[in-house]
Nanobody
Framework: QVQLVESGGGLAQAGGSLRLSCAAS????????MGWFRQAPGKEREFVVG????????YSADSAKGRFTISRDNAENTVYLQMNSLKPEDTGVYYC?????????????????WGQGTQVTVSS
């Protein structure tokens, strides 16, 4: 049974930082590209940043470029999202997802497995 479990969400002030983690189990983690998505209240889920297998290539949405960094530790079956210079518009539920492609894809429908999400709230 595949499980993706996010942690690290919480409340931050604008300009602050948070680090999210996503621990994977039940799959060969190194064979999956990983992505972080978010969903704000009343909005559709959107791609934030992704990383390919074996850290081969990363891709960020424009909203995340220069502020968010994704990394992975295949030995620990964990993917991380370091979020700096947070803005109130970064508020939402953040999900990690796994996709069998070798490279990053931004289409949520392509992803095979999803976590339950972790809430991030950024106050102004």
């Amino acid at each position: 049974q595949v499980q993706l479990v996010e942690s690290g969400g919480g409340l931050a002030q604008a300009g602050g930082s948070l680090r999210l983690s996503c621990a994977a189990s039940g799959l060969t983690f190194s064979r999956y590209a990983m992505g972080w998505f978010r969903q704000a209240p009343g909005k559709e889920r959107e791609f934030v940043v992704g990383i390919g297998r074996g850290s081969v290539g990363t891709y960020s949405a424009d909203s995340a470029k220069g502020r968010f960094t994704i990394s992975r530790d295949n030995a620990e079956n964990t993917v991380y999202l370091q979020m700096n210079s947070l803005k109130p518009e970064d508020t939402g539920v953040y999900y990690c997802a796994a996709d069998q492609s070798s490279l990053v894809v931004t289409d949520a429908n392509r992803y095979d497995y999803w976590g339950q999400g972790t809430q991030v709230t950024v106050s102004s």
